[in-house]
């Protein structure tokens, strides 16, 4: 459960005499439970609609001790479970209506078919970065999950679009991988046109990396500790800016 402060002067980084709080407060007081989270990640959750802080005359965001309780729940179905926004929205309506909710034991829907959650997830990926997750899948399990056999996942590992972690098992972003690598395939494209893409891939990674060596080296623990989370800002505007690129790039091509 989130613990929220009470009470403190309205000076804009504590909460209000009313119990309202700040953006900077309610980053404080998630980040107890889920250390990567950002200002903008809480300011893209209000925008897609899952919480509706109130407005002060000036235009400050001020939320209320259910707000942070509700960007929780967002949070951890998130984090836990991979679930699109969309089915996140739904559950949190369920919850308000006092209906139960059946959460997933793993990750993301494993039917090959159910199109309209895997473009819920196409439309995050290329919104904001994935919480971190410690969830690991073994090889059987990924092939489950994505409804693919041996044989393409040794093809996706050969070109570098899949790679094993060094215990042999795969991680979040490796099933998210495999679900689009299947989705593409459905419109011809196979791994070996994907070649440039990861190549590109390859080279935002190291322009990330560049910015943010220089926080990994620093002596204090306190800034070092602060890499990861800059590394997954920085993925996600990286992400969002390709995905603008791309959809320009369609644009001009269109008649």
Known sequence: MLQTPSGGAGNGTTATDSGLMSIGTVLNVLRDEFPEVTISKIRFLEAEGLVEPQRTPSGYRKFSAEDVERLGHVLRMQRDHYLPLKVIREHLDAMARGEPVRLPAL????????????????????????????????????????????????????????????????????????????????????????????AAADREAGLVDQVVAPLRRHRNPQTRAHAEARTKELAGLTVRLHAALVQTALRVRLP
């Open 107 to 198: 990750g993301r829907p494993r039917d090959s078919g159910d199109a309209e959650h895997r473009l819920d997830e196409l439309g995050e990926l290329f919104g904001e970065p994935e919480e971190p997750t410690v969830a690991r899948l073994g090889r059987a399990e990924l092939l489950a999950a994505a409804a693919i056999d041996e044989e393409q996942l040794a093809e996706w590992e050969s070109y570098g679009l899949v790679a094993a972690l060094p215990d042999g098992s795969y991680d979040a972003e490796a099933a998210t991988v495999a679900t689009l690598l299947v989705e593409l395939g459905r419109f011809g494209i196979e791994p070996r046109h994907l070649r440039a893409m990861k």
